[in-house]
């Protein structure tokens, strides 16, 4: 799905390229969002976004990847500078090969990592090749 899709405001629908979009936008509207790899293969979509209370930053997004019928198997963080906005197919692109994704590091639904931990924060940016400059 895409954020177009997830508008309920019309914040995207203007021709003439007024609103926000795309260098402004709504968290809402990206939970549910489509993320391929560079070699156009679906590896998943948007579960939640979380933010940085402190700083008020975006630091990851949990995407979920695998699964039967909608439910996933595994969800992963992905630090947010790993991924980039393709407006031209609304969805999100992710650098990362489908097999490199099925192997990194992730946890279940019941079970969430403390994502405060500076341990945890240090492999999750080195597994994606990202820096954690800010400290989340």
Known sequence: MSYLERDTYGMYR????????????????????????????DLGDIKEIMLDMESG???????SFGGFLGIADKLFAVP????KLDTENKRFTLDVDKEKLESAPGFDK????????PTWQDSIHS??????DSRH
């Open 127 to 132: 597994y994606y090749g990202t820096n954690d």
């Open 57 to 63: 930053e975006v630091c990851y997004a949990v995407l």
């Open 110 to 117: 019941d079970d969430w990592p403390d994502m405060a931990d």
């Open 14 to 41: 203007n021709e003439n390229e007024s609103g926000p979009g795309p260098r402004l936008m709504g968290a809402e509207t990206l939970i549910g969002n489509d993320v391929y790899n560079l070699q156009d293969e």
């Open 80 to 83: 947010w500078s790993a991924l």
